[in-house]
């Protein structure tokens, strides 16, 4: 085995970033998924209070906003807000 190759051409996370952080745009329209869903489960006058309802609410409206953007045409925000939606329902 050739371990020079290894050596040479480390890879580093931080290498990494950019390309997740632009997949992450790309299929979420959000920069970060975890933060994304963090944030829907706080309000913005009291971060200790969660969000009531949990993942099964929070799935209805995104899929009735889906809709709205369908019929808006607004075809790649429906398709973003539909992977946000398919990762929440992910979660255990």
Request: negative net charge.
């Amino acid at each position: 085995m050739n371990n020079k190759a290894i050596i040479d051409t480390p890879r580093h996370m931080n290498d990494l970033l950019p390309a997740v952080t632009q997949r992450m745009n790309e299929m979420y329209g959000v920069p970060s998924i975890g933060e994304w869903y963090d944030e829907q489960f706080l309000f913005p006058e009291d971060k200790d209070s969660p969000f009531v309802g949990g993942n099964k609410l929070l799935v209805m409206s995104m899929l009735s906003d889906v809709q709205e953007m369908i019929e808006r045409s607004l075809m790649d925000e429906a398709r973003q807000t539909l992977n946000r939606a398919k990762w929440v329902l992910s979660k255990p």
